[in-house]
């Protein structure tokens, strides 16, 4: 079973910068898709950033020029360095990973979720 760890949340003023961490642990033999979502105080979940396999990355227009989704391919960890944050960046990050096993078997797996607050 493909479990997903995430690190890196807390509390950060407007204008400054955090780095998500989501560490993968189980029998993975690839990574398709990987992703960060965020659950804002009473709205629902969405996209922030996505990377598939050999497709260059995707961000929601609100943090374009600001995220960058990175991986490190060696260790099945993914990142999502967040500069210039802003208040409206608030709420529960989630780290999102799709792929296949050594048993040949797809998954699809979430992470526990990350509290972000931006505020002063």
């Known amino acids: 079973q493909v479990h997903l760890e995430e690190s890196g949340g807390g509390l950060v003023q407007p204008g400054g910068s955090l780095r998500l961490s989501c560490s993968a642990s189980g029998p993975i033999r690839s990574l398709e898709r990987m992703g960060w979502y965020r659950e804002p105080p009473g709205k629902q979940r969405s996209l922030v950033a996505t990377?598939?396999?050999?497709?260059?990355?995707d961000y929601a227009d609100s943090v374009k020029g600001r995220f960058t989704i990175s991986r490190d391919y060696g260790n099945h960890r993914i990142f999502l360095r967040m500069s210039n944050l802003r208040p409206d960046d608030t709420g529960v990050y989630y780290c999102?990973?799709?792929?296949?096993?050594?048993?040949?078997?797809?998954?699809?797996?979430w992470g526990q979720g990350v509290q972000v607050t931006v505020s002063t």
């Open positions: 999102h990973l799709a792929g296949v096993t050594r048993e040949i078997r797809g998954f699809d797996a």
């Open positions: 990377m598939s396999s050999g497709n260059r990355p």
